[in-house]
């Protein structure tokens, strides 16, 4: 924090802040403040950190995500919100994971996803404007342009490029790929957390011009919207940059018959073995009975984007005080 160069990377990081705080209150957003404390822990499939309330002698769990809180406002008629504020994940500690994080994360009744990403991409391309000259920067010592329109592509479309495949349509195609590819598989996947650990083992990292990957299957969804012509996959999308995950964002789930049942499938698979899987949220459920409207919610993790937009190869470099290995 002495280094003059380090002062100024986080005089950086306060300018892309700016701007994402900026251009949502320009889009009509309201930023609010929800609980850092959750009784359920619930929003992203993540392991969390647990406390215990001595005055209510009570369990509680340092959030994972805002999310089912943002939706609540949703329910109780606030169209348009967003939060950035600090997430915590007791996983593992990495150049691009940190224990705890900033991530923003908004949503907005009757959007689509289409315009989503459009403001998604204006807002990464408005960060990186922020503290530089241009959207032609360097990462990593290599050239990454950002201008202009960002490409948009099926996820299994990518699998299949990638693995040299004619075809990814049906559960047999699926596991065969995973089997010729040597994927270690554990016993409670299905066919969609199948694809995904292969699109994660293959292709995520070589996306390194800004790619949004679409159409993600509902099994590796459980708050997303099933697609209306195939519901087998979810209305959500996961912008890549440099072969690293900068937003995941989806239409959202607003059944509370169908939430309910996926949050029971998230129950069974945490009983398999993945600590990752989601608690079954009641409270929510009932929140949903009250009628939320058809939304679009986004996360963007800020770390990540600051390092981006700095050119920094650990979080480490874009954080006060990290945690470290």
């Known amino acids: 924090m002495s280094n003059p160069e380090s002062r100024e990377l986080f005089v950086k990081r306060n300018k892309i802040i700016q701007s994402l705080r900026k251009n949502l209150e320009e889009e009509g957003f309201l930023e609010v403040e929800t609980p850092m404390m959750h009784p359920i822990p619930g929003g992203a499939n993540a392991r969390p950190f647990e406390t215990h309330h001595n005055a209510l002698d009570k369990q509680l769990f340092l959030r994972v995500a805002p999310e089912l809180y943002l939706k609540r406002l949703l329910v109780g008629g606030y169209e348009k919100v967003f939060e950035i504020n600090r997430n915590f994940r007791n996983e593992g500690i990495s150049t691009i994971h940190n224990p705890e994080f900033t991530m923003l994360e908004f949503y907005e009744a009757y959007g689509d996803l289409n315009r989503t990403a459009k403001l998604i991409q204006k807002l990464v391309q408005d960060s990186v404007l922020a503290v530089n000259d ?49 994927l270690k598989l554990h016993k409670s996947w299905g066919w969609g957390k199948v694809l995904l650990e292969l699109f994660e083992a293959f292709v995520e990292k070589d ?14 969804s459980p708050l997303s919207r099933r697609k209306d012509d195939n519901e087998d996959y979810t209305d959500r999308m996961e912008l890549f940059i ?33 600590n990752e899987a989601m608690f079954f949220d009641d409270d929510y459920i009932n929140a949903l009975q009250h009628g939320m409207p058809p939304a679009v919610g986004v996360g963007i993790g800020i770390d990540r984007l600051i390092m981006l937009a700095t050119d920094r190869r650990s979080i480490r470099d874009v954080v006060f005080f990290p945690t470290l290995k």
Do not use: M
Not at 207 to 220: G, N, Q, R
Not at 247 to 267: A, M, Y
């Open 242 to 274: 440099a072969g690293r995950e900068f937003s995941n964002f989806f239409c959202e789930l607003n059944d509370p018959h169908d939430q309910e049942q996926r949050f029971t499938d998230q129950v069974e698979q945490k009983k398999a073995g993945d």
């Open 207 to 220: 996306l390194w011009e800004p790619t949004f990957v679409k159409d993600y299957p509902y099994e590796v």
């Open 134 to 182: 241009s959207l032609n920067i360097a990462y990593e010592d290599k050239p990454l342009n950002l201008e202009g329109d960002f490409r948009v592509v099926a996820l299994k479309d990518l699998v299949k490029e990638k693995l040299k495949l004619s075809s990814l349509d049906t559960e047999d195609e699926i596991f065969n790929a995973a089997k010729e590819n040597k």
